[in-house]
C-alpha cells in the first residue's frame, strides 16, 4: 500500500534530522527489511499514527517525540548491536517496538546495563514475563496463550488430530509450551512435532513428514516466510490440513504473500478486529488512518498503536525533561490506563504483563475475519 509505505518512510530519521528537531529520542531495533518486514513495517505504521497526532498537538509536555530506527533484518545479533548504539552513542531515552524473542532477548543486557526500558516488544515471549524483567514493559499478549487457545479452538471444532511445526529458537519452543498447555487441557496428544531451522527450513524434511502423519490441522509456529513456504508446500502436497499461525503473523503482508493458498488459514490475534469500528481504540484508529490517507487497518498496525499509546502515556507522567529513571518510574506507575473498550494496562514493580487477550480469525476474501 503506497500509503502505508509513505506514513513508515515518515517515521525513519536520519541523524542530522534528529539532532535539528527532535526533543525526546526514542530507539527502535527491528527487521525493516528480511523475512518479517512486511508485519514490522505495518506496527510501525500503526505506532506512527499515535506519535504524528501528538507531536501535531505539541507534543509531550511541550517537547515532540522522535523514532530513531535501525534495520537489524530479522537478526539476534544486529538486533543486540543495534540496541547498543541506540543506548550508548545515540543516547535514546527509552527503546519501542523490538520483533521477534531471541532477537529482543540480545537487547535485554543493553537494557539491564543503563537502565533503560523497552516498551511494547512485538513478540509474546513468556521469557519477557516471567521471571519479570525489570526494564520491558510488554503490551501484547503471550505466545503461550495464543497457542493454548489455539489447539483448544482446533478440539472444540472436532479437529483433534494435530501437527506442530515449531521454529527452533527461543520464539518456537515458547510456542509450543502453550501449544503443549492446550493439548494437555483437551487431553490430546500431537500426531507429529516438527522443529524446523529458523533461517533456512528444511521442506525435503518437514512436508514428508507431514505427508506421513496426516494431520486435520497443523500449527505452525514461526514467523513470515517459513509459513507462507511451509503452506504452499502443503497445499502443493495436496494437503487440506487446516493450517493455524500465530499474531506475529498476523499482517496484510502475510497475507499477500501467501496469495490464492491464503483461504481458510487462521491466524490468531492479540487485539480486537481492526474492523470492529465501535470498539473505540480501534475507532480512534481508524480515524487517525484516515486521516493520513490511511484506507485500512491490519492487526499489526493495531499492535503498534496500542504499544505506541502506552509509551506516549509513560512520556507523560515522566514529566518534562524526562531521564531514563523517570520514565521507568512512570511505567510502573501505570495502573488500569484503558487503551479503548476496556483494554486495560497495568503495571508494577513485579508484574510488567500489559494486556492478556486472545482471539481467532481466519483468512477470507484476502483480508482477515472473525
Keep these: 500500500m503506497k500509503s502505508l509505505r509513505l506514513l513508515c518512510t515518515a517515521g525513519l530519521l536520519t541523524l542530522s534530522a534528529l539532532q535539528v528537531a527532535a526533543q525526546i529520542v526514542i530507539g527502535q531495533t527491528a527487521g525493516t527489511t528480511g523475512p518479517v518486514a512486511s508485519g514490522v513495517n505495518e506496527t510501525i505504521a500503526g505506532a506512527q499514527l499515535v506519535i504524528d497526532s501528538v507531536n501535531a498537538q505539541g507534543g509531550v509536555n511541550g517537547e515532540r517525540i522522535e523514532i530513531l530506527r535501525l534495520d537489524d533484518g530479522f537478526d539476534p545479533k544486529r538486533a543486540g548491536e543495534n540496541a547498543r548504539v541506540l543506548i550508548e552513542e545515540r543516547k535514546v531515552l527509552a527503546l519501542f517496538l523490538s520483533r521477534g524473542t531471541p532477537h529482543t532477548q540480545a537487547i535485554l543486557p543493553w537494557l539491564d546495563k543503563h537502565g533503560v526500558a523497552l516498551v511494547g516488544p512485538s513478540t509474546g515471549a513468556m521469557v519477557l514475563h516471567k521471571p519479570l524483567q525489570k526494564h520491558v514493559f510488554n503490551v501484547r499478549s503471550t505466545y503461550q496463550r495464543e497457542a493454548e487457545k489455539a489447539v483448544q479452538h482446533l478440539h472444540t471444532v472436532g479437529i483433534d488430530r494435530i501437527a506442530v511445526v515449531h521454529a527452533a529458537d527461543s520464539f518456537g519452543k515458547d510456542g509450543l509450551e502453550g501449544a503443549t498447555a492446550g493439548f494437555t487441557k483437551a487431553r490430546l496428544t500431537p500426531v507429529a512435532v516438527i522443529p524446523a531451522d529458523r533461517e533456512k527450513p528444511d521442506y525435503s524434511v518437514i512436508l514428508p513428514a507431514l505427508a506421513k502423519a496426516n494431520p486435520q490441522a497443523v500449527l505452525w509456529i514461526a ?50 478486529s481492526e474492523r470492529a469500528s465501535g470498539q473505540p481504540m480501534v475507532k480512534e484508529a481508524m480515524g487517525l488512518a484516515k486521516a493520513q490517507g490511511q484506507e485500512a487497518l491490519s492487526p499489526q498496525m493495531l499492535e503498534g498503536f496500542a504499544a505506541a499509546k502506552v509509551l506516549v502515556e509513560a512520556l507523560r507522567r515522566a514529566g518534562p525533561k524526562p531521564t531514563r529513571p523517570r520514565v521507568l518510574a512512570a511505567l510502573e506507575s501505570i495502573r488500569g490506563f484503558d487503551l479503548g473498550g476496556g483494554l486495560d494496562v497495568s503495571y508494577s514493580p513485579t508484574d510488567h504483563t500489559g494486556i492478556d487477550f486472545a482471539d481467532l480469525a481466519i483468512i477470507s476474501e484476502g483480508r482477515f475475519k472473525r
Design 223 to 272: 514467523s513470515g516466510d517459513a509459513v507462507v513456504d511451509g503452506v504452499k508446500g502443503l497445499r502443493a502436497a495436496r494437503s487440506a490440513a487446516q493450517v493455524v499461525t500465530l499474531s506475529n503473523n498476523a499482517s496484510t503482508g502475510f497475507i499477500k504473500q501467501l496469495g490464492p493458498v491464503s483461504a481458510g488459514v487462521i491466524v490468531t490475534q492479540v487485539f480486537p
